[in-house]
């Protein structure tokens, strides 16, 4: 497996969510083929950052490029070249799959073979049964399983969100060994996490804690505003669920206005231009009220890289 790699430039870009300021005032050089890490505590905006690298959160302040395309203009390409592998919340495996209708998904949405995701697992290392439930599979196998089907249409940049976030110190080993085999392979690689690798890496860019320049922060989720694959701009999909996003006061009824439905005033922050349509759910799951579910043209298959 080989990749290009994408370079993301930044300087001095700022977010704002609802509650106030999520980061300010952030510079970023990432070259093709580099693993570049965020840091910072809990509630700083790690995640956000992610999102706004990548063409899928719009900064207030500041000018990105990526691939040397400026955004907001070359933001739908920037999220074609930057594939997520897990953000939280928003973007994560349905724990309640079996890693063959993971795979199966993840081939009908991104038109993969099993070959590829084959190939994937070989990278990072994973061999997972294709009948196991995937919440039931040790947190650091669901990181990596992540990782693997975000590798297997072999994208130019690859999101990690929480890379440690629960895993003992030998899982934090392991996903960061296979974190370094992606990147071999040409692929730039965004991760968050708490604190920086352990081993000599790419760029780190810190965030402030408490007391520095995010004072709201991002309280461990991601802002309404940020779009996600498969996600319209005022809802956040758990899972298989879509749910409205809540009321600063933890209400979820529908509320009547695009500013209070969303946390977001579309005349102060404009939103990127939505991806397209969400990609179905894999057989058995229960789809009632979502829509038709696209053909799968490989549907007499089991979906089973193995």
């Known amino acids: 497996m080989s990749s290009e790699g994408v370079a993301i430039t930044a300087r001095g870009i700022s977010v704002r969510g609802p509650l106030g300021p999520v980061f300010s005032n952030v510079d970023a050089d990432i070259l093709p083929g580099e693993l570049a890490t965020v840091t910072g505590p809990s509630g700083t905006g790690r995640t956000s950052l992610l999102l706004t690298l990548s063409g899928r959160l719009r900064p207030i302040t500041g000018t990105i490029e990526v691939d040397g ?18 953000l939280r919340p928003g973007f994560e495996l349905e724990g309640r799959w079996r890693v063959k209708e993971a795979v199966r998904e993840r081939r009908v949405t991104t038109k993969v073979t099993n070959d590829e995701i084959s190939d994937a697992f070989d990278l990072v290392g994973i061999d997972p049964e294709p009948e196991a439930v995937i919440d039931s599979l040790h947190p650091g196998e669901q990181l990596l399983l992540a990782v693997a089907l975000g590798m297997a249409e072999l994208p130019a940049g690859l999101l990690v969100d929480d890379v440690e976030l629960g895993l003992p110190a030998s899982a934090r080993t392991r996903v960061w060994a296979a974190l370094e085999a992606v990147v071999r392979t040409g692929t730039t690689v965004l991760v968050s996490n708490t604190d920086p690798p352990r081993f000599e890496a790419g760029p780190v860019i810190r965030l402030p804690g408490p007391n520095g320049a995010a004072p709201h922060g991002d309280p ?16 956040v999909e758990l899972g298989t669920a879509t749910a409205v996003p809540p009321r600063p006061d933890g209400t979820t009824e529908p509320q009547a206005s695009d500013t209070e439905r969303t946390g977001h005033d579309p005349d102060q922050l404009p939103l990127f231009e939505p991806p397209g349509r969400p990609g179905p759910e894999p057989p058995g799951t229960n789809t009632r009220g979502r829509g038709p579910e696209p053909a799968d043209s490989d549907s007499g298959e089991n979906g089973d890289p193995r």
């Open 69 to 86: 395309q400026p955004l907001p203009k070359g933001a739908k390409r920037a999220r074609t070249l930057i594939a997520p592998a897990r």
């Open 220 to 235: 461990g989720t991601t802002p309404e505003t940020a779009l996600l694959p498969g996600h319209e701009p005022d809802t």
